[in-house]
């Protein structure tokens, strides 16, 4: 069914991933054209050091990258652990189209990156490569906490703030937090959008948790977790800790609600529930959602407040809070030991 196309994309650095997004939907262009240059834009950026070129690396010091792209169950595919080429959702687009399969991972993923043509480089910038070894020294890693969890930041614009905006709702976090850059820095790129022909397709990009266990994988790259497009029921990206994404089949369950008569914000709102229910919740954890259906009705949720979606329509072109935020005062219901 044609409908008005729009684009909705995870975090403040979403609005930038509309705008080239938008070009592809307001010229007539596809969806999946539309959410893989998005991506794209955010992982050219070096600057950016949770995605794609610039992204943190692991405990060792490797950076490895994670995506996937969406258009329906018998069209779909992600990468994960790509530590040799960049733009994940546009291999994972390859993968899709190229391919009868729905994963590749590590050196497997690299080398039929490199058969596609993507070249390869080194995705450790100085500037992340600087901040990898400040962590590595940073006592309070080696006996605090994050280094039992291995966790890295809740999420970055609530200790950094937004784009136009004051700062973030921990100031004291900021703080403590010195060993991070003093550049803005973002979660997961998560895109969903409808075209002027009314196909929908969402993708999302990262390059994982800061700082994780060499070898980690979350959620990103996950049919069902990271992102879940069903182009009769609706579609959901999700951003934020992959594991609990992970445990939950996050984005899977979203698209399964509406499937069964909830409104995108009744299933973003219910995903964040079962996300509570069914996960230990530490400080540092957070999730945030996008829904969407089939009619262009969307939705956002988080677990905790910082998340912002960013829309972009022929009406609109904005960034707003998750509607819904479902532990406010920022309650964790699990210890991590
Ligand atoms: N949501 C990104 C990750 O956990 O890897």
Redesign the pocket.
């Known amino acids: 069914m044609p409908g008005q196309p729009i684009i909705l994309s995870t975090w403040s650095l979403g609005r930038r991933a509309n705008a080239v997004g938008w070009e592809v939907l307001s010229a007539g262009g596809s969806a999946l054209d539309a959410v893989e240059r998005a991506c794209i834009a955010i992982d050219a950026d070096p600057g950016v050091d949770s995605v794609g070129l610039g992204g943190l690396p692991d405990a060792s010091g490797r950076v490895s990258l994670?995506g996937c792209i969406m258009l329906s169950p018998r069209r779909c595919a992600g990468v994960c652990f790509v530590r040799e080429h960049n733009y994940p959702v546009s291999i994972a687009r390859r993968v899709m189209e190229h391919t009868h399969h729905v994963l590749l991972a590590g050196s497997g993923a690299d080398e039929f990156a490199s058969r596609e043509g993507f070249e390869r480089c080194d995705l450790l910038t100085d500037e992340a490569r600087k901040v990898w070894q400040k962590w590595k020294t940073d006592p309070a890693q080696l006996t605090g906490e994050r280094y039992r969890g291995w966790l890295p930041p809740r999420n970055v614009e609530e200790r950094r703030g937004v784009e136009g905006e004051g700062p973030g709702d921990d100031k004291q976090r900021i703080a403590a937090d010195e060993s991070l850059p003093h550049n803005r820095r973002h979660?997961?790129v998560g895109v969903l959008a409808i075209d002027a022909a009314g196909v929908m397709a969402g993708a999302?990009s990262?390059?994982?948790?800061a700082f994780?266990v060499p070898g980690?994988?979350?959620?990103?790259p996950i049919i069902g977790c990271?992102l879940y497009v069903d182009p009769r029921f609706g579609a959901a990206v999700?951003?934020?800790?992959?594991?609990l994404?992970m445990r939950t089949c996050g984005t899977f369950l979203a698209v399964e609600l509406m499937r069964s008569g909830r409104s995108p914000a009744q299933a973003a709102t219910q995903v964040i529930e079962r996300i509570i229910e069914s996960c230990d919740i530490v400080d540092d954890h957070q999730v945030g959602l996008i829904t969407l259906n089939p009619q262009g009705q969307w939705a956002s949720a988080a677990l905790r407040p910082g998340f912002r979606v960013a829309i972009r329509s022929s009406e609109r072109d904005e960034l707003e809070p998750a509607s819904r935020v479902l532990l406010n005062g920022g309650e964790a219901t699990g210890s991590l030991l």
């Open positions: 994670d979660d997961t999302c990262t390059s994982g948790m994780k980690r994988v979350g959620d990103s990271g999700a951003t934020g800790t992959g594991e994404l």
